[in-house]
């Protein structure tokens, strides 16, 4: 049984920071294409962020040098710094293993089948 449990998330005032992590288990891929989705109120969900095979990231626009994702083989573990957050951050985050190809979490040589996803944590920045 696949399972992705993040963890971290919390309310934060603008200009600081938080790091996410998501233990990944029962997903034989969970080296290859992993990253993060945020979804606001009445928003879609967005890929933010996405770690390869290779290690490679990519990074949505709109948290670009501001975030950074990485991850932790040894322990199946994937994270996600966030620093300088702002207001527009606030949203419900998602950890996710498998085909990522959505904006800013794009995978170029991901695995086949579907994704995965976490239960979602929230993050709440404050002005």
């Known amino acids: 049984q696949v399972q992705l449990v993040e963890s971290g998330g919390g309310s934060v005032q603008a200009g600081g920071s938080l790091r996410l992590s998501c233990v990944v288990s029962?997903?034989?891929?969970?080296?290859?294409?992993m990253g993060w989705f945020r979804q606001a109120p009445g928003k879609e969900r967005e890929g933010v962020a996405a770690?390869?095979?290779?290690?490679?990231?990519s990074y949505a626009d709109f948290v670009q040098g501001r975030f950074t994702t990485s991850q932790d083989n040894a322990k199946n573990t994937l994270y996600l710094q966030m620093n300088n957050l702002k207001p527009e951050d606030t949203a419900k985050y998602y950890c996710?293993?498998?085909?990522?190809?959505?904006?800013?979490?794009?995978?170029?040589?991901?695995?086949?089948?579907?994704?995965?996803w976490g239960q979602g944590i929230q993050v709440t920045v404050s002005s």
């Open positions: 996710a293993a498998g085909r990522l190809q959505n904006g800013g979490a794009w995978c170029v040589h991901p695995p086949p089948g579907g994704i995965y």
């Open positions: 029962g997903f034989t891929y969970s080296r290859d294409c």
């Open positions: 770690i390869d095979s290779d290690s490679s990231t």
